[in-house]
């Protein structure tokens, strides 16, 4: 299991060795390394620097500002953004689903942009969003995308919208999202030094059908990377874009 891939096709290309299959929890994009930030689509786009100032701007969480720094630099660009994101995106995307073995079941991260999924995900590749399946004798339930937050990543839906996909699925064995359940120890991140949004709507779902796990991604560095609640042990799979290694669930 890997999440949070943001752009590493190399390591993405091992990760299911030896494996039954590869699950995926999204955020294949790398728009920006909050590490790095040479890498990503904005310093291709618009420089180190500028990428420089808007993560200094959006850890002191002057989301406003960063938003204004961005307008005036795809003023500045004059391209039409839309088109430029999308192109990017997709050389990212033909170069990632290439790499993923065959089986691997996918959802989508907040970064991502399930429009385009279809174009890249070959036979292999299973895309789940609010839908179950059965691997090895346990049922598998996946809900894609994030809440809404100032940051309006590319997938970013209502509570309810939300709330809605994870009801769908019923009782699971395996709940696998990419965002954590609503849980301070899990949503805080202790670098960026902020709270995620996690899901109240998968916490509930927890408490009242008590699946074996809980597996997630979405922050980077959390505060805990497992917990149990109740019956359930939630795990955090990781970064997969700093770590190069995936969780092994084994059953």
């Given at each position: 299991?890997?999440?949070?891939?943001?752009?590493?096709?190399?390591?993405?290309?091992r990760?299911?060795?030896?494996?039954d299959a590869?699950?995926c929890?999204?955020?294949?994009?790398?728009?920006l390394?909050?590490?790095?930030?040479?890498?990503?689509?904005?310093?291709?786009?618009?420089?180190?620097?500028?990428a420089?100032?808007?993560?200094?701007?959006r850890?002191?969480r002057?989301?406003?500002?960063?938003?204004?720094?961005?307008?005036?630099?795809?003023?500045?660009?004059?391209?039409?953004?839309a088109?430029a994101?999308?192109?990017?995106?997709?050389?990212?995307y033909?170069?990632?689903?290439?790499?993923?073995?065959?089986?691997?079941?996918?959802t989508?991260?907040?970064?991502?942009i399930?429009?385009?999924?279809?174009e890249?995900?070959?036979?292999?590749?299973?895309?789940l969003?609010?839908?179950r399946?059965?691997?090895g004798g346990?049922?598998?339930?996946?809900?894609?995308g994030?809440?809404?937050?100032?940051?309006?990543?590319?997938?970013?839906?209502?509570?309810?919208?939300?709330?809605?996909?994870?009801e769908?699925?019923?009782?699971?064995?395996?709940?696998?999202?990419?965002?954590?359940?609503?849980?301070?120890?899990?949503?805080?991140?202790?670098?960026a030094?902020?709270?995620?949004?996690?899901s109240?709507a998968?916490?509930?779902?927890?408490?009242?059908?008590?699946?074996?796990?809980?597996?997630?991604?979405?922050?980077?560095?959390?505060?805990?990377?497992?917990?149990r609640?109740?019956?359930?042990?939630?795990v955090?799979?990781?970064?997969?874009?700093?770590?190069?290694?995936?969780?092994?669930?084994?059953?």
């Amino acid at each position: 299991m890997v999440s949070d891939v943001h752009g590493n096709a190399r390591d993405l290309a091992r990760a299911g060795e030896g494996a039954d299959a590869l699950i995926c929890l999204g955020d294949l994009v790398l728009f920006l390394d909050y590490h790095d930030h040479s890498r990503g689509i904005f310093p291709d786009l618009f420089g180190v620097g500028n990428a420089d100032r808007i993560v200094k701007l959006r850890t002191a969480r002057r989301f406003a500002e960063a938003r204004t720094l961005a307008a005036d630099l795809w003023a500045e660009l004059g391209v039409d953004r839309a088109t430029a994101i999308e192109e990017a995106v997709r050389r990212q995307y033909k170069e990632l689903f290439a790499a993923f073995p065959t089986p691997t079941y996918a959802t989508y991260g907040n970064v991502d942009i399930p429009a385009l999924w279809p174009e890249y995900a070959g036979p292999g590749t299973t895309v789940l969003d609010g839908q179950r399946i059965e691997l090895g004798g346990l049922v598998l339930g996946f809900v894609g995308g994030g809440l809404r937050t100032p940051m309006r990543t590319p997938y970013e839906i209502s509570d309810e919208e939300y709330a809605a996909k994870v009801e769908a699925l019923g009782e699971v064995d395996v709940l696998c999202t990419h965002i954590p359940p609503d849980v301070p120890e899990l949503t805080y991140d202790t670098v960026a030094r902020r709270f995620e949004r996690g899901s109240r709507a998968l916490l509930d779902a927890i408490h009242r059908t008590r699946p074996r796990y809980a597996l997630f991604g979405h922050v980077h560095q959390p505060l805990a990377q497992r917990m149990r609640i109740g019956a359930t042990e939630c795990v955090n799979v990781g970064h997969f874009a700093s770590t190069g290694r995936p969780y092994t669930l084994r059953w």
